[in-house]
C-alpha cells in the first residue's frame, strides 16, 4: 500500500524534475511513512514519486519506484495484488525469475509477459499505478475493477501531473486550476464528487475497472479504456442466473468468500478486522477466524448514545468467535476534534458523515495492526440498503399510475410548499408511509412530487433522496450536469427496479463515497483496509444470484445470512440495522455551532460567490433554533465551505 504521484512534461533539467516531485510526495507521506523514492527518466520529461506503507516484502527488494527487469517498465504502484503468489508460480514456470518477494514484482513481470491489459486481468486486488513504458515512450495509468484505490490526473498547459490524492497536483508547480461549479451542483445532489469528475476545474478521476495511456506531447486528447465492465458483469449475470438449489448456493457463496478473505490474509505486518456485529464485517470476521491459526484481532468503537452504539453487539460476535477484540468508547467531544481534519484528509468535499467514526476506528486498529479486513460492499451487493426496499416501493406505487395521471398528481403535488404540508401533518399519518410520518413532512413530499416526474427508478431514487431539490439553482453560475445513469435507455438489459438501485449505487455511491472515505481514513493514519466483499470474483457470482435469494420477505442479504449462521448463532447476529453514523444535528446545535456559524455566515456566502445565501441561512436559523432538522442538507454546505477554508489556507502557507 502506497502513495502514488509524478508527471509528464517538457523538462530535460532532472535535478528540477527530482525537486518537484520529491514535493509532490511529500504531502501525501501518510500514505507511505516505511520508505520514499524517486525516478527520473535519463532524458528527463517523466518524474515517478512513490510513498511506501510497506506489508508484503518489507526488504528493500520491494522499493518503488522499481524497474522491470528487461528494464523496459518502470512502475510506481498503490495498492495489493492478492493472488500475486499464483501468477509468480504461473510466470515461474514460463521462465521467469524474481529477486523479491513483492507483488509490485509481479506486475511487471506479468506486464512484462502478456502485455498490460492481458494482465490486468489477472489481477485480483485493489490498485493504482502509472507505469512508464521506455520504448514507446508512454505513459500508462490503471485502477482496479471497484475503484478502490483512487488516481487523480489532469494536464496543466503541456504538462500531464497525475497522484493519488489532489493535494499532489497542487504540489505541482504548474498546476492551475479552479472549483468547477457545474462539479459543485453535482456535489449538492450527491453528497459526494462522483467520477470522473472532480471538485477542480480540468481535474479527472480515472475510472474504475480502467486504463489510460498517454505519450510525451500527446495532449489532452487521451481517453480510459476499460479492462473491466461492471455493468457487463452485472448484465451477464442477471441474464445466466445460477441454477442452484439454495444448499449449493450457499456452499459456493461460503467457496467464494473464504477464498477472498484467505489471499487478503496475506501479509508481512500484524493484521485484524474492522467488527461491527453486522452482518457484513461478522461474515468477514467469521472467514478470517476460520483459517487463522490463532485469535483474530478485531476492532470496533462504541457511541454512548444507545441508538447509535453497536459495540455490544461487535462484542457478542468477538466473544463467539474467539477473536482478540479491541474496543473504545468515544465521547461526543473525540469526534467533534475530528471534524476541523477532515477537509485535509478527504482533499474534496464529502459529506457523509460516517467519515467521523470511520477516522476514529482507523486510529484505534492503527495503534495494534498494520492491515484491517472490513465488511464493505455487501449492502450493494445483497440487497442490504434499506433505502433501495423503501424506495422501490414508492417507485412501484408511482409507476403503476398512468403517465399523465402521474405529472398531474405531481404537478398538484409540488405546487403545495413544504410548510403547507406540515401544517396537515396530523392528518397525514394516517396515509403516509411511514418514511414520511415526520414531525415536517413537508420536504419529503416535496421531494417526492419531483421524483413522480422522473421516467426510472433510478432517477427517482436520487430526487426523492437528494437534499437539496434545487442544486443547479443553488450553485451561482452552474449548469447541472447530467448524473450518471440516469437515462432509461441505459437499463433495458435490467428490467427489475430493485437491481437497477442496487447497481447503481455500485457504481457511484460505493467508490465515489464509501471507498473514498474508507480510503482517506485509512490512509490518514497509514492503515490498509482490504475489503474481501469487493472480491470482482463474488461480484460476478453475486449479479448471477436469483433475487429472491438476495432478498425474501423485504429484508436483503438472505443468501449471505445463511451463510454466516453457519459460523455465529442466528440470534447473537440478528438485531435492527443502526449504521454508522454520527449526531451531527445535535453537534451543530451545540459543540459545532461556532464553527458553522462562522461558515454559514450570510456576508462570508455572498463575497464567496458560489451559493445563494438565502435558503442556506434560512435552513441554517430553523436548525439551530430546533424548528427543524436540516443536519443533511446543511452538512453539504459545510463540508465544501470547510474544503474551501482548509484551500485557502493551504495556498496562504504556500
Known amino acids: 500500500m502506497c502513495g502514488i504521484a509524478g508527471y509528464l512534461g517538457p523538462e530535460d533539467n532532472r535535478e528540477a524534475m527530482a525537486e518537484i516531485v520529491e514535493g509532490m510526495t511529500r504531502t501525501i507521506v501518510h500514505r507511505g511513512p516505511d520508505d520514499g523514492g524517486l525516478w527520473i527518466e535519463e532524458r528527463g520529461r517523466v518524474a515517478l514519486g512513490n510513498r511506501r506503507l510497506a506489508i508484503v516484502d ?181 441474464a445466466e442466473p445460477l441454477k442452484l438449489s439454495e444448499p449449493d448456493a450457499i456452499d459456493e457463496l461460503d467457496r467464494v468468500i473464504r477464498d477472498a478473505v484467505r489471499i487478503r490474509m496475506r501479509a508481512d505486518v500484524p493484521l485484524g478486522a474492522f467488527l461491527s456485529g453486522g452482518i457484513d464485517s461478522s461474515t468477514v470476521v467469521a472467514a478470517m477466524q476460520a483459517q487463522a491459526h490463532d485469535p483474530v484481532r478485531t476492532f470496533t468503537i462504541g457511541f454512548t448514545q444507545p441508538d447509535m452504539n453497536e ?140 421524483a413522480m416526474k422522473e421516467q426510472g427508478p433510478e432517477s427517482f431514487c436520487r430526487t426523492f433522496l437528494g437534499h437539496w431539490t434545487e442544486a443547479g439553482p443553488l450553485v451561482i453560475g452552474a449548469r447541472l450536469p447530467a448524473l450518471p445513469l440516469t437515462n432509461p435507455d441505459q437499463w433495458a438489459d435490467l428490467p427489475d427496479a430493485l437491481q437497477r438501485l442496487m447497481f447503481l449505487d455500485f457504481v457511484t455511491y460505493l467508490p465515489d463515497d464509501i471507498m473514498v472515505k474508507v480510503d482517506r481514513a485509512t490512509m490518514a493514519v497509514s492503515l490498509e483496509a482490504r475489503a474481501p466483499l469487493l472480491d470482482h470474483r463474488l461480484v460476478e457470482f453475486s449479479w448471477r444470484l436469483p433475487m429472491p435469494m438476495k432478498v425474501r420477505d423485504g429484508t436483503g442479504k438472505h443468501l449471505l445470512r445463511q451463510v454466516l449462521y453457519r459460523y455465529v448463532p442466528r440470534a447473537v447476529v440478528e438485531r435492527p440495522k443502526k449504521g454508522f453514523g454520527a449526531p451531527v444535528g445535535t453537534w451543530l446545535r451545540g459543540g459545532l455551532r461556532e464553527w458553522a456559524d462562522s461558515l454559514l455566515d450570510r456576508t462570508r456566502l455572498v463575497d464567496e460567490g458560489f451559493f445563494c445565501p438565502d435558503p442556506i441561512v434560512r435552513r441554517w436559523a430553523e436548525h439551530r433554533s430546533g424548528e427543524r432538522d436540516w443536519s443533511s442538507s446543511l452538512w453539504d454546505v459545510l463540508m465544501f465551505q470547510a474544503w474551501l477554508e482548509s484551500q485557502r489556507s493551504e495556498r496562504f502557507a504556500t
Open 311 to 450: 459495540a455490544e453487539h461487535a462484542k457478542a460476535v468477538a466473544a463467539y468467535l474467539g477473536t482478540e477484540h479491541t474496543e473504545l468508547y468515544v465521547t461526543d467531544a473525540d469526534a467533534l476534534n475530528v471534524v476541523p481534519r477532515l477537509p485535509a484528509i478527504f482533499d474534496e468535499p464529502l459529506a457523509d458523515r460516517s467519515a467521523i467514526p470511520t477516522l476514529l476506528l482507523a486510529e484505534l486498529t492503527r495503534r495494534h495492526v498494520t492491515v484491517s479486513l472490513s465488511g464493505d460492499g455487501g449492502d450493494e451487493l445483497f440487497g442490504g440498503y434499506q433505502h433501495h426496499h423503501r424506495v422501490n416501493t414508492l417507485w412501484r406505487w408511482a409507476n403503476a399510475v398512468p403517465d399523465s395521471a402521474r405529472s398531474l398528481l405531481a404537478d398538484r403535488l409540488a405546487r403545495v410548499r413544504p410548510e403547507r404540508w406540515d401544517g396537515m401533518n396530523a392528518a397525514l399519518r394516517s396515509i403516509l408511509p411511514k418514511r414520511l410520518q415526520d414531525r415536517h413532512p413537508g420536504p419529503a413530499i416535496y421531494r417526492l412530487a419531483l
Open 58 to 238: 518489507l526488504s528493500p527488494e520491494g522499493h518503488q519506484p522499481m524497474e522491470s527487469s528487461d528494464g523496459r517498465y518502470v512502475i510506481t504502484y498503490n495498492g495489493e495484488v492478492y493472488n500475486f503468489e499464483e501468477l509468480r508460480g504461473e510466470l515461474e514456470s514460463l521462465g521467469h525469475g524474481f529477486r523479491g518477494h513483492s507483488d509490485t514484482e509481479v506486475i511487471l513481470a506479468a506486464v512484462t509477459r502478456w502485455g498490460l491489459e492481458a494482465a490486468l486481468r489477472k489481477f485480483v486486488g485493489m490498485f493504482a499505478f502509472a507505469l512508464w513504458d521506455r520504448r514507446e515512450e508512454q505513459l500508462h495509468l490503471a485502477r482496479d475493477r471497484i475503484g478502490k484505490k483512487p488516481l487523480y490526473y489532469g494536464w496543466f498547459g503541456d504538462t500531464f501531473v497525475f497522484g493519488s490524492e489532489p493535494k499532489c497536483l497542487r504540489a505541482h508547480p504548474a498546476f492551475r486550476s479552479e472549483v468547477d461549479r457545474n462539479v459543485l451542483a453535482l456535489y449538492m445532489s450527491t453528497s459526494y464528487v462522483p467520477a470522473p469528475h472532480t471538485i477542480y476545474e480540468g481535474v479527472s478521476k480515472l475510472p474504475a475497472g480502467s486504463s489510460m495511456s498517454v505519450g510525451v506531447g500527446s495532449g489532452t486528447s487521451m481517453s480510459a479504456v476499460s479492462y473491466w465492465s461492471a455493468r457487463q458483469s452485472a448484465v451477464n449475470g442477471v
